[in-house]
């Protein structure tokens, strides 16, 4: 496994990451467009969850691409990759387990969502997260639990309304999950560590 680093880390590949990621952060938020119309703007930060996951690793990549760490970044762009990147491909299996039926558009966002969450996991070598770090992102995804299954703010998928209650628990216990993890790759002791230089 660890001889995939030396390509992760190279400019080119980060950079070919950043245009990607870029565009479908776009893509993203365009996706979401529809519902931000109908958004009290105070809960407009904490609805557009996947495109503003892909936007924090924008930022991780921009700083690796300058020989930095910014551990903030990292950290939200771990947790909240993880979690949506998840989220979406089991939301999307549900609504073909529920519906029969599941179009291209379901399918390409499977595999998007997918990319999200290892391309998470994948540079956490090059992460330099502290605790203090992680613990602002784990508020920060366990905060949107109440943004979206209190005051319902959530993406929607009409297909799975019945199930909100059941989707909302869920949700929950992927955000603990998702901290979990990302203290495993990122801050456990004698976890697997790869110097930034590495990336110039």
Known sequence: MASIYPLLANRAMLKLLLAVNILGTIYGYYWYGYQLKVTPPIFIPFVPDSPTASLFFVFVLIAFLLGKNWPLMEALAMVTLLKYGVWAVVMNILVYVVSGNLDWIGFMLMGSHLAMAIQGLLYSPFYRIKLWHLSIAAVW????????????????????????????????????????????????????????????
């Open 141 to 200: 995804v366990l905060h949107n639990e109440i943004i979206d299954y209190v005051f319902l703010m959530m993406p929607n998928y009409s297909s799975l309304d019945l199930y909100i209650n059941e989707i909302g628990y869920f949700t929950f216990w992927l955000s603990i999950a998702s901290i979990t993890v990302a203290y495993y790759f990122s801050l456990r002791p004698g976890r697997f560590v790869l110097p930034l230089k590495s990336a110039d």
